[in-house]
Structures are given as C-alpha cells and as structure tokens.
C-alpha cells in the first residue's frame, strides 16, 4: 500500500469522514491509501509534476531563503527545484558570512534546469549585485521563463539597507518587467519608488508607480504597518483597482523566512494553475497557519522559522 496526496479541493462528502482538526485546515490534502497494483504503477508514470523553480540565497539554519522555498513548494504540492545565488552561514540569531556565487555559475544552473526539466512557475529572492540581477533576466529570458514570482530583498529586518543603489536600479530596469507579480514590504516599496508610503491613498499610487516599472501585478506587504491586523495591499493593473487583504497579526518571534515562504506560496499556486488573485489569496493564508503554527515552537535562540508543514504534522 502507499500513501496519494490529494489536492484540498475535496468533496464535501469525503471531507466529512475526516477527523474534525484536519478537515478544518484549508489546505490539508488527506492521506488516500490504495493497493498499487500494474496498472495504477502505468498511469502514475504518466503524470507530471506542476514545477516551481526558485532562485535565491541558500540559508544554513532552514528558515529562510532556498530551504524555506523548497518547503513551502513542497507543501503546497508542487516540485520545487532551485538555483542558489549566495551562501550564507547564518542562524536564527543573525548572519554570520556570506559567500557569493558567480554570476556565470548562476546563468548554469538556470540553464540546467530549463535545458531538461522546465518551470511552470519561478519564485526570484535576495539578488546581491547589478551583474547578477542582468544576467538572471537576460538567461530567463533566453529559456521563455514565465510565471516569474520576484520578491525584491532590499531591508533586512534591523532595516538595513542590504543591496547598492545599482542593483535597485537594474532590478527595475531587469527584472520587474519579466515578473507576474512583485512582492515588496512597505520599506522595499518606498525605497523603489523613493516615497513614504502612509495612509491607503499613498498605498494606491505607490503600487501603481511600481506598476509602471512592468510587472501587472504588485503586492505591497503590510506587515511592518502598525496596528492590531496585517492588512496586504494587491493591485492589480489591468484592472486598476487595489485589493486590500486583511489578516491576522500574531504575535510571536518566530517570523524568520515569513516573506520567502509567501513569495514561494504564490509561485507554487501559480504554478498549480491559480490566477494571481487567488494564488495570493491562497498565499496568504497558508502564510498565516504557517506562522501561527510555527508560534508554538521554540528553535534556536532568536528568530525561529514559520512551521511549513503545520498541515501534515504538529
């Protein structure tokens, strides 16, 4: 016997026979067990894999960057794939060393991954220089690369500055226009459009300048916003209009990798075959148990991670 993970989208009627804690979790895909018998072994290896591919910084102590990617890719259902752009020795109290990869040894792993296996959707984290960012785009562009995710690491959370004026203007000028959707905190959205963005008012032409940059879609985090909720802001441009996504504000330490793990998530929807409203939608909220569930856990001595897999096991 082995075990299926079916998509949470189940009939009501099969969600019924599920233990209660476990129906009740949005993205909970229940455990089917069946005898594999010839020809289900034949129509198995007939399927395919939705694929997200990321691109980002590698971090030892797995809470963020590549590892917290390739978590939420796998929890969310897709297989996740990955080029690795730094090396950091870092934990959940800080970074310690940061080793770079050459930009050529990036374009190739970019290359191996399209040249076999391909990406239905790519999630693109904390670049560290103008070259690096020109030559990420220039190999995406080479392979068709589509569906492309960028979360624009500017701020680390001290709120420090943490790339050069140069790689800021090249992501602009690079990356935004290949992107589907554009990721930045409200410090990374003030820095790229170089404006404070207070009040709703201020939100809605901030997101539609960033726009003009190319992407359609950009979702302004409000997570470092002051109140009792977490309210993001989507706009979308071809349609004009702003969406603003309430959600919890939870209180806890544990917020390590938060915004690796939501930028993955809307790839990994994307690539599932979601529209970019629902995938951030979806995003979101998988975000939310994430970090309420992580909440409950103690690791390290600092910052802890979101817990990835909170709908599989606690």
């Known amino acids: 016997r082995w075990h299926h993970l079916r998509h949470p989208d ?20 229940y455990i089917e067990k069946r005898t594999m018998t010839k020809q ?19 971090d030892s102590g797995g809470g963020a960057g590549i590892q917290a990617d390739l978590k939420t890719i796998s929890a969310i259902g897709c297989y996740g794939m990955s080029v690795i752009t730094a090396l950091t020795a870092q934990n959940t109290q800080g970074v310690m ?19 076999d296996i391909g990406a239905d959707a790519i999630k693109i984290g904390m670049l560290y220089s103008a070259e690096l960012i020109e030559t990420i785009a220039t190999r995406l562009q080479a392979h068709g690369a589509d569906n492309i995710v960028l979360d624009p690491v500017m701020v680390a959370q001290s709120g420090d500055r943490l790339v050069q004026d ?9 990356l935004m226009p290949l992107a589907k959707v554009v990721t930045p905190n409200i410090p990374e959205a003030e820095l790229l459009i170089d404006d404070k963005l207070e009040g709703f008012d201020a939100i809605c032409r901030g997101a539609a300048k960033l726009a003009g940059y190319g992407s359609p879609n950009i979702l302004i985090k409000g997570g470092h916003a002051r109140g009792n909720d977490s309210t993001d802001f989507l706009y ?10 309430k959600g919890e504000r939870i209180d806890t330490r544990n917020n ?28 979101k909220s998988y975000i ?7 909440a409950r856990y103690t690791i390290g001595q600092g910052h802890g991670p979101v817990h990835h897999f909170f709908q599989y096991w606690e």
């Open 10 to 29: 189940m009939d009501a009627k099969i969600r019924r026979k599920l233990p209660t804690n476990f129906s009740e979790e949005p993205f909970f895909r």
């Open 40 to 58: 289900t072994m034949e129509q198995n290896q007939s399927r395919s894999y939705h694929k997200v591919l990321t691109i980002a910084g590698s």
């Open 97 to 115: 060393g940061v080793h770079a990869v050459p930009p050529a040894f990036v374009a190739d792993q970019i290359s191996a991954v399209f040249t």
């Open 166 to 174: 140069d790689a800021m203007d090249a992501m602009k000028k690079y």
């Open 236 to 245: 979308l441009a071809s349609e004009e209009r702003i969406k603003p996504l």
């Open 256 to 283: 390590h990798g938060t915004g690796c793990t939501l930028s993955s998530a809307i790839a990994a929807y994307i690539a599932r075959g979601h529209d970019v409203e629902a995938a951030v939608e979806n995003a």
């Open 288 to 294: 939310e148990h994430a970090i309420r569930a992580g």
